[in-house]
Structures are given as structure tokens and as C-alpha cells.
């Protein structure tokens, strides 16, 4: 089946920095969302994108759907503690009801 | 509070012995679905249901089966569970109007 390719991999960062992750594909999509899982737990919606171009922010975080609509963004600024987690992204190419496609998962690490 | 259940959380089991996972939601949504989830692969979808009796395969049914046959439930069935089934799996479901609502995973180990 199709997949996203997400990157980087693994990020270990300092607290205070600010991250940024991508999502990329060879496919349009219609819908982007990013997902974050906490250790031990299941993915948790961060932001949810349906208009290219659309830039959404919650809290510390902003996702941005790409014109292309081929990719999406996700930054997140001055890092602390908590954001410890594997992020993923995931796209639906379809209408409302189509299958969700993953991200391999960008792993982060932050060093008080 | 809205949620998505899944039992049991951590399992055990021998090669070839049946195992039901069950997941169970409290928002009466429509859509639900199941995900393995491997290093460096991310979440695949095994099977999906879009409501009662309608199941689909996803990107990697063998080996599973699932029902729904009540719209809060959708267990997924290993009839003759294989080492390369060991896996943290996840249930998630959905409305039209809301984005996938995940359990909090079911890790299984098949030795």
C-alpha cells in the first residue's frame, strides 16, 4: 500500500529549540492531519488540515498544507519536556470517507 | 468521556493459538478501523468497517479477520497467530464529521 514519507526519522534536541518535520508524496491528497503518540499510549489528532495552503496553529505547534498538495509541515516552537513523542502525519486522497495513509514517524527527543 | 477501548493491552501467545482482540467505542460512530504499527513503517491499516455488517480489507489483512456486527464493536481475530503478527495494534474510529479517535493499542507477542 502507498505511504507517506516522513522526515527525519529521529530528531534529539535541546529544550528551548524549535523542530520541524515534513511529510511528502508522490500523490495528491485532500486532507492532512498530524497525529502524536505519546509513549505507551495511542496517536492523539494535534491538527487536522483541509484547504491547500491552509496554515493552522495550536499552541506551541503549526501544521501548514502544501500548495502542491503533495506535502505538509509541522513545526513546533521552544520545545520542552512533554513533547517527547513519535509524531506522524497522515493523508486521505478521497472524500470524507477515504482510507487514512501514515507516515513512517519522526521520533523526538528533548533534553531538559 | 469519549472513548475508544481495546483488551487486552499486552499479550502473550504461542504460535497457531486464537486470539480475539476486542475494541469497543462509546461515540456512536460509523467508521472504525484496525492499524498495526512497526518501527519505521508507521501505522497500516488491516481492516476497516464503515458500519454494521460492511467490513473491508486494508493494506494488510492476511492473517486477520474482524466483524461488526453491533456498531460499538469490531474485534479483530488471529485464528492461527504467526511469529511476524507480533505487533502493537491499534483501533480507531470515526465519524463523518470527526477524524480518527484512537485506543490506546493492544501490544501482542507471538513466540
Known amino acids: 500500500g502507498q505511504q507517506l514519507n516522513q522526515s527525519p526519522q529521529s530528531m534529539f534536541i535541546q529544550e528551548g529549540e524549535d523542530v520541524s518535520m515534513n511529510c511528502t508524496s508522490s500523490?495528491?491528497?485532500?486532507?492532512w492531519l498530524w497525529y502524536k503518540q505519546d509513549p505507551g499510549e495511542g496517536p492523539v489528532l494535534l491538527i487536522a488540515?483541509?484547504?491547500?495552503?491552509e496554515l493552522t496553529s495550536n499552541g506551541r505547534l503549526t501544521a501548514q498544507f502544501g500548495i502542491t498538495r503533495k506535502d505538509s509541515f509541522l513545526n513546533i516552537s521552544a520545545s520542552i519536556p512533554s513533547d517527547v513523542g513519535i509524531y506522524f502525519c497522515a493523508g486521505r486522497q478521497s472524500s470524507n470517507t477515504g482510507k487514512l495513509i501514515f507516515g513512517q514517524g519522526t521520533t523526538l527527543q528533548v533534553k531538559p | 468521556e469519549a472513548q475508544v477501548t481495546q483488551n487486552p493491552r499486552y499479550l502473550i501467545t504461542v504460535t497457531g493459538k486464537k486470539l480475539t482482540v476486542t475494541c469497543s467505542q462509546n461515540?456512536?460512530?460509523?467508521?472504525m478501523s484496525w492499524y498495526r504499527q512497526d518501527p519505521g513503517l508507521g501505522l497500516r491499516q488491516i481492516y476497516y468497517?464503515?458500519?454494521?455488517?460492511?467490513?473491508d480489507k486494508g493494506d494488510v489483512p492476511e492473517g486477520y479477520k474482524v466483524s461488526r456486527k453491533e456498531k460499538r464493536n469490531f474485534p479483530l481475530i488471529l485464528e492461527s497467530p504467526s511469529p511476524n503478527q507480533t505487533s502493537l495494534y491499534f483501533c480507531a474510529s470515526r465519524s463523518m464529521n470527526t477524524e480518527a479517535f484512537f485506543g490506546q493499542g493492544t501490544r501482542l507477542t507471538v513466540v
Open positions: 461515540m456512536n460512530h460509523e467508521y
Open positions: 468497517s464503515m458500519n454494521v455488517e460492511v467490513t
Open positions: 500523490s495528491i491528497f485532500n486532507t
Open positions: 488540515l483541509y484547504k491547500a495552503g
